[in-house]
């Protein structure tokens, strides 16, 4: 008897344990959903504020300060475009 009593409360905690090992599971996983979403948005926003800075450049929009670090950074890369190639074609013409 005394051999089944200790095997008893092995086995409510090993049933505990798996319990809470699928619970931690899943917990885990749903973060890493998550995550993946959220650097899937942040993708996103980079790509399109970048975008946005080139299309307003090329558009003669001005400049808005302060809309993001990316924005800026496609801005300057189309400004920087055009200067090259302006400077480019009117090599040319002499």
Known sequence: MNKIINIQP???KRMANNHDAFRIASALMAV???IEKLEQEHQKSVVGDFIDGQSDCKDGI???SGKS???DRGYSAQYQLDQMNTERTSGEDR
């Open 10 to 12: 092995f086995r409510i």
């Open 32 to 34: 890493e959903d998550q």
């Open 62 to 64: 001005p400049h808005q």
């Open 69 to 71: 670090e990316n924005y």
